[in-house]
């Protein structure tokens, strides 16, 4: 089966970075998005940005100019460098792997805790 293995989360002051990576391990067709999904407390899971593996991306308009998406198609590993960090981020922080006809094989993974706060 498919796996997702997530680090990088943790505490961060406003205005500080954190970059997250999550590596895909299974077997995985090679066309396929990876991407970040968060949900804060009491708020519905949103994604906050994607890339195909052409390496097209989508980013959340919230987080757009201070996240970048990246990803190493050979190791199936998607990234996500945050910087200029909002207490709005706060959110345990999800990665996602499609593929598939319509994108129908759908995996995530344990999800990482990022808090930014003083």
């Known amino acids: ?27 995985i067709f090679s ?6 999904y968060r949900q804060a407390p009491g708020k519905q899971r949103e994604l906050v940005a994607a890339m195909t593996s052409g390496r097209n991306t989508n980013y959340a ?19 996500l460098q945050m910087n200029s960090l909002k207490p709005e981020d706060t959110a345990v922080y999800y990665c996602n792997l499609k593929f598939g006809t319509a994108m129908a094989y759908d995996y995530w993974g344990q999800g990482t805790q990022v808090t930014v706060s003083t």
């Open 1 to 27: 089966q498919v796996q997702l293995v997530e680090s990088g989360g943790g505490l961060v002051q406003p205005g500080g970075s954190l970059r997250l990576s999550c590596a895909a391990s299974g077997r």
């Open 31 to 36: 066309i396929n998005v990876m991407g970040w």
């Open 61 to 79: 308009d919230s987080v757009k100019g201070r996240f970048t998406i990246s990803r190493d198609n050979a190791k199936n590993t998607v990234y």
